[in-house]
């Protein structure tokens, strides 16, 4: 039976990425050697390296004076080597708290100076995004978190402001259309619109950098890295070139604004019958909807044991909500075609009867 | 062609791990899902998890009071970890300088405390392991680099003392015995025995964590990650899951006693060619000869082209030395089978006819 695979991260990709990356295990190029065998410093590998590099600043339009990274250590690393790389000693970092991973990342930070929370969701169990808060003029860079993946929020419009603006887009980079040249630094585990786990991407103004006045790791300063071109340790060589085969496969696709219109498609197939079936309730504020991350609760909490059974039946795989919320949520993320969230409606329709 | 693969890392893996790494990209254990696009809180990944851990611990015989993490990062993040975790505020590292590797960690642990150089070998350019050095009594820990890449060194009998140990083993784990209960830590990043780039594995003592007085950044701190069995954040799937082939796949062979012995006669088959064949000379001190990374170079270098061509033409690949040594170095680890280091001294008999 086919499955609808709904997990949240890592979570599914294209299947011709899938089959692309298992051949490379086997024989990279007709080389005779694996992928997971050749050389960081082959010719091989270090065009696939570039090659992702150049399929990020071609999908997102980065402006020239950036450079883009391909790390290891997740965004969980990127807490902290954002706060050593850009945090000033003696000043003050600006954080908006939208949900779990926001509280992870102004933890880290914490480690290295002030924080100050401009503004909190938390009130409402992060099922909206804060607006109109006010960003201190002195504060460091002011860091967002874009797509909160266990509420289901998703920031729609970046502020506006001259303090250096920082975002974890882990979970919706490469969904939709962003304006590189806002941001001061953007950071995005891979295992949610990128790739496998194993490498984080980074796009950072290299003016931006060299600032902080501390004495940063060689691991966890970005100079280093683009310095090296994100060789100056041995790349996770498999989970980079899966990148590069989904930034291929979203290319083909036509793109960010392609991908974008697929995306809008699918979340309001989702969110209509949500809104439309008496049976279910959203849990995200509607102007602050995630187009990855779709959270609902069964009005009847009767309904379950039916409900994840017809799930069950009908081959709908990860659409458990995360246990601070409760509920379901449905991860369709770019690589999630439009026929398996037609799979999940249907089953919810079958609750209408 | 058959490929001879001496990559000193990433390197070469065992071709029946390659094939069932391939095979569960495409499909995890018949489950209709990509390895690659599971969650890693999913049965199925938390069981590959446990047997990585559980193999290592077989394999290794490590004693009770030991947590096995698989990390990210590799050996470099592990640089600065080390002496977050280990090196006491306003105490003292003890450092081993065996060479490039040496020298990284060393430069990385200067940022957070003194750091005095017990011994160094770069007097001949690192061609031998110092012996009889003093080790100071009052040092948080005493750290060494098992074997040495690049060089193609390696310690034979690690020292005893009162001060803990600590060991990047990355290119030798999982190659010869050893007594774990001797060190508070090890750590491997997995590209030479273990798997693909992309994980390290971090072997620690309980109770040597939690004693520097430093705070620890989260994904830097051992003792967050062991609470977490290595889970606080995603883990790199596939490059755990190619590690536990790996591991798999050594059991199957006899285990760490058996790997030994075979690789104590590939060694001894490529050092007795560059011994009695006058064209060659071995770089590294006869008592301190690595088994998995063998260095040596052409005694006229005239002859470079022809040895060269006569490589290619046998398909042996990544056989020329670094940068900073000249000449050859072949990387044999654990997956290189001994007909491949045949195939290396046939071309090098060629010279002396």
Known sequence: M???????????????????????VLNLNDSGLSLIEISHRSADFVSIMEKAQNLVKELLSVPDGYSVLFLQGGASTQFLAVAYNLLKVDGKAAYLDTGAWSAK???????????????????????????????????SYLHLTSNNTIFGTQIKEFPTTNVPLVCDMSSDIFSRKIDVSKFDLIYAGAQKNMGPAGTVLVIVKDEALGKSGRQIPSMLDYQVHASKDSMFNTPPVFAIYTSMLTLEWVKALGGIDAIEKINEEKAALLYNEIDNNPHFNGVANKEDRSLMN????????????????????????GINGHRSVGGYRASIYNAMPIESVQALVDVMKKLNK
Do not use: C, M, R, W
Request: hydrophobic fraction near 40%.
């Open 2 to 24: 086919k499955k609808h695979n709904f997990s949240a991260g890592p979570s599914i990709l294209a299947q011709e990425v899938i089959k692309k990356a298992a051949d490379a």
């Open 105 to 139: 990342a102004l933890k880290e930070a914490k480690l290295f100076g002030e924080v100050e929370i401009v503004a909190s969701s938390k009130d409402k169990n992060h099922t909206y995004i804060p607006k109109g808060y006010e960003i201190p003029a002195d504060a």
């Open 294 to 317: 779709v959270t609902f609760t069964l009005a009847d909490e009767s309904e379950k044991e039916l409900f994840d059974s017809l799930a069950k039946e009908a081959g709908l795989s």
